[in-house]
Every structure is written in structure tokens, then in C-alpha cells.
């Protein structure tokens, strides 16, 4: 095993932390309070550190955790992003400003589409189609099976893509 640090494999992960508190949470103060919390519960565990196969899958199932304790105590379930700067304007679409207002409203409409999914088919497809994590991390982090990963994601892409069909053929 090697040696893990701190500074250089736990904080670099405070990014990634966040956006799947946020996900989690749907509030960007109480997804700052759950990485911190998380920070402090890793640190509080480092004399297993050298036991653990993946520091990165340690954090995340501590983040995710801590999120799903921190929404049952709040219960938060009706709460909305409050961070309206998600990324920059996509530039590669087209030349047109009109097509790439259109772009940037179709993208805003799929992350309000995938905060109304259940919890665990929206970490699952936060982990895979924006974190960019495998099935066997994902699995590892939420502790289920991969095949039920890849059931949720399913079911969660199916979801959107439904209610986002629906709502392009018929308006909102």
C-alpha cells in the first residue's frame, strides 16, 4: 500500500465532493457544510487509511453519507440549485446566439429534470454521466451492485428523456 497524504489524495477530492453534495443536498451552503464535514471524518479515520483500496471511494461513500443524514435531518426534498453559474456557455454548438440560448435551456431543463429523480437513480447518474466515474465506483460507493447501477441509470436516463420528449412535443 502506498502512503496517503492528506494534502495531496483527500483535498484534491474537495471538488468532486461538493458537486455530489450538491446533488445530493440541492443547496450549495448545506453541500459546503457536508465536504467540511466529510474533510473532518476522513481526517478523523486516517489510522485506516493504509487499509483502504481506494481513497477516492472512501470519500465519496463518507460525502455521500453525510448528505443523505445531513437531507433527512433538514428534510430538504423541494429545494432548488442556488448556484445559477453551473458552467460556461457552450460555444461549440453554434455560431448563432439563438441556438445556443436554446442549447443552454435544454441543459438547465435536464439538471431540473434530474433534481426530481429519487436519490439513489440521481447519484448514480451524477456519478456517471458528470463525474465520469466507472460502474464498479459507483457500485463501490453506494454500496449496491453494479448491475443495479446500471439499472438506475437506466431508469433515470428513460425518465428524462420521457418528460423531456413530452415536454418538447407539447410545451411545458
Not at 492528506?6 to 440541492?26: C, D, G, S, W
Request: with cysteine; glycine share 2%; proline share 2%.
Amino acid at each position: 500500500m502506498k502512503e496517503i497524504s492528506f494534502r495531496t489524495h483527500v483535498l484534491p477530492l474537495k471538488n468532486e465532493l461538493f458537486r455530489l453534495a450538491l446533488r445530493i443536498t440541492l443547496n450549495r451552503a448545506d453541500a459546503e457544510d457536508v465536504v467540511q464535514e466529510t474533510m473532518i471524518k476522513v481526517w478523523n479515520r486516517r489510522d485506516r487509511w493504509n487499509e483502504i483500496e481506494s481513497i477516492e471511494a472512501f470519500c465519496l461513500t463518507i460525502c455521500r453519507n453525510v448528505a443523505l443524514d445531513h437531507q433527512k435531518r433538514m428534510e430538504n426534498q423541494n429545494a432548488s440549485l442556488e448556484d445559477g453559474n453551473h458552467d460556461a456557455p457552450d460555444n461549440s454548438y453554434s455560431a448563432n446566439p439563438e441556438e445556443q440560448m436554446v442549447q443552454r435551456n435544454r441543459v438547465e431543463r435536464v439538471r431540473q429534470l434530474m433534481e426530481q429523480l429519487p436519490e439513489k437513480q440521481r447519484t448514480c447518474m451524477q456519478l456517471r454521466d458528470v463525474e465520469g466515474k466507472s460502474y464498479k465506483e459507483i457500485a463501490t460507493v453506494m454500496d449496491i451492485s453494479e448491475q443495479q447501477v446500471k439499472i438506475n441509470i437506466f431508469r433515470a436516463r428513460q425518465t428524462i428523456k420521457q418528460k423531456f420528449t413530452q415536454e418538447e412535443q407539447y410545451g411545458l
